[in-house]
C-alpha cells in the first residue's frame, strides 16, 4: 500500500500526521533533500513539500518529474504561499495543452 509523506517545518506539518500522513520535520533545506531521497525509495505515492524548502531544492524535486511515483507536490508553510505550487501548476498545463488557459487576461 502506498504512503503520503509531508516535509517541512514543525509547525507547518504536524497537522498532517493527525489524518494519517507521515509527517519529516526538517530544518534545513540540505536535511530535506537527504529526506526526499530516502523516502522516495519507499512506497511514497505522494510527497507534499513546504514552499519554503522546495524554493531551494528544485533540482532534486526534478529528478522525480518523469516519474510515476513519487508525486511530489508543493504546499504553502505556516509562513504562507510563495506561489511556487501555483506556477508549477500553470507549467504543467502548458506542457500538456501547449497554452496558458489558467492565467489568461481578458
Known amino acids: 500500500m502506498y504512503k503520503v509523506g509531508v516535509i ?3 509547525d507547518s506539518i504536524l497537522g498532517f500526521k493527525a489524518i494519517g500522513m507521515s509527517v519529516f520535520p526538517v530544518t534545513t533545506s540540505d536535511e530535506a ?18 514552499e519554503q524548502f522546495a524554493k531551494n531544492m528544485v533540482s532534486a524535486i526534478d529528478q522525480y518529474r518523469d516519474d510515476r511515483f513519487p508525486a511530489i ?8 504561499s510563495l506561489g511556487i505550487g ?5 507549467k504543467s498545463v502548458e506542457r500538456a495543452v501547449g497554452a496558458d488557459i489558467l492565467f489568461r487576461d481578458e
Open 73 to 80: 507536490i508543493p504546499i504553502p508553510g505556516n509562513q504562507g
Open 86 to 90: 501555483m506556477m508549477g501548476l500553470k
Open 33 to 50: 533533500i537527504e529526506v526526499l531521497g530516502k523516502i522516495a525509495r519507499e512506497e511514497y505515492a505522494v510527497i507534499y513539500i513546504t
Open 8 to 10: 517541512g517545518d514543525k
